[in-house]
């Protein structure tokens, strides 16, 4: 049985392992294509977010590429209740899809709730893979998923650390040969780490090929901070909005701290007890959305960097509530931008905005 995977930053690796223990024939389908976007448009509700149409969109091509499940994340907030996907994978979405193919689908959601992971030690991710078994005909079911799903933990770590690299490294000459040694290592990873060992040769035969690729001196370097919507943190999933490579590209070094690895992690230096009473005097009251870790990502960065991008799209309350929480508090910040995007939005338009930006970074350090 074939089942659809798309590119969902280090998670990838550990959904990847997870459906060859169950003998799945994965369909990487990568990030998504101006294909993606047309379909999106053309099938979801206008009164969507850009990031929900995506997805649809993403669901729909793989239905078109023959994949007997189709996958996409779902419950972003507590108990489905902070997100419009949370409510539309109750049901709805694959309702949609369905009048959209004009036949049945097998469409599977990941829960990427955090506050369930941490607090279920993973068993909410065994929960949600047990959703697969009807599916698969392998012996041993439980015991097969929790040794993938170990395997996979390990290689999500190195997933996000090689991606770290990546972020770091904008004083590389040959940015495409980079990226290009990215994209192999995440596809040997899904492809060929069937245990640890093999994991950690493809991880050091990648960290070797990127340390060997020739540097230049940056005269003037600036490091910039992404915060924000997590269809773009998280699952990095843009076409044509990628904008860590295009600030890679134009000698810009970039954090990004918002892995699967630390959204996860109790451990994870975003949540640490300092940063956690920063975020409630910024935000009294109580919420657990997006909102809640772009506040905490930015306060994390502060120190860190010259200037923070904030990413979120538009209609998306959460995301509207931190970009205000970020202004009333934009003293205790470096320079930030706002980037808002939907379905119009263009590449040009972001670039020339980032470019702007970058320009008064550098003025300011000059």
Not at 170 to 175: E, G, H, L, P, T
């Amino acid at each position: 049985m074939k089942i659809m995977l798309a590119y969902y930053n280090d998670l990838t690796v550990f959904l990847s392992t997870v459906f060859r223990a169950l003998d799945f024939k994965i369909d990487y389908v990568g990030s998504p294509t101006k294909k993606t976007i047309e379909l999106a448009t053309r099938y979801a509700t206008e009164s969507w977010c850009f990031d929900t149409k995506m997805m649809l969109g993403q669901v729909i091509e793989g239905v078109q590429r023959g994949d007997d499940i189709v996958t996409m994340p779902g419950a972003w907030g507590g108990k489905n209740e902070n997100c419009l996907l949370g409510y539309l994978c109750q049901g709805p979405m694959q309702k949609r899809v369905e009048q959209a193919v004009h036949k049945k689908v097998k469409l599977w959601f990941f829960n990427v709730n955090p506050i369930e992971m941490m607090f279920s030690g993973y068993s909410s991710a065994y929960k949600n893979m047990t959703m697969l078994k009807p599916y698969t005909k392998i012996r041993f079911f439980r015991t097969r998923v929790l040794k993938a799903m170990l395997l996979g933990v390990t290689k999500m770590s190195l997933a996000a650390k090689l991606k770290e690299t990546v972020l770091d490294s904008a004083d590389i000459i040959d940015k495409e040969l980079l990226f290009a040694i990215h994209e192999s290592f995440i596809r040997d990873m899904i492809f060929r780490a069937d245990d640890s060992s093999k994991a950690k040769k493809i991880f050091e035969t990648a960290s070797k090929s990127i340390s060997n690729l020739k540097r230049k001196k940056i005269k003037k370097s600036i490091t910039i901070g992404i915060v924000g919507d997590y269809a773009h943190t998280l699952f990095s999933i843009f076409p044509f909005f990628d904008i860590e490579k295009f600030l890679i590209s134009e000698d810009i070094y970039v954090r990004q701290p918002l892995s699967f690895v630390n959204y996860y992690s109790v451990l994870s230096p975003i949540y640490s007890k300092r940063n956690r009473e920063k975020l409630r005097k910024m935000l009294p009251k109580a919420v657990g959305g997006s909102d809640a870790i772009t506040v905490l990502s930015a306060n994390y960065l502060k120190n860190r960097v010259d200037g923070i991008i904030h990413v979120g799209t538009f209609s998306c309350t959460p995301e509207e509530v931190a970009n205000e929480v970020l202004l009333a508090h934009k003293k205790m910040f470096p320079p930030i931008l706002s980037l808002s995007y939907d379905a119009h939005t263009t590449e040009e338009n972001l670039k020339v905005r980032i470019e702007a930006f970058v320009d008064m970074l550098l003025a300011q350090k000059k």
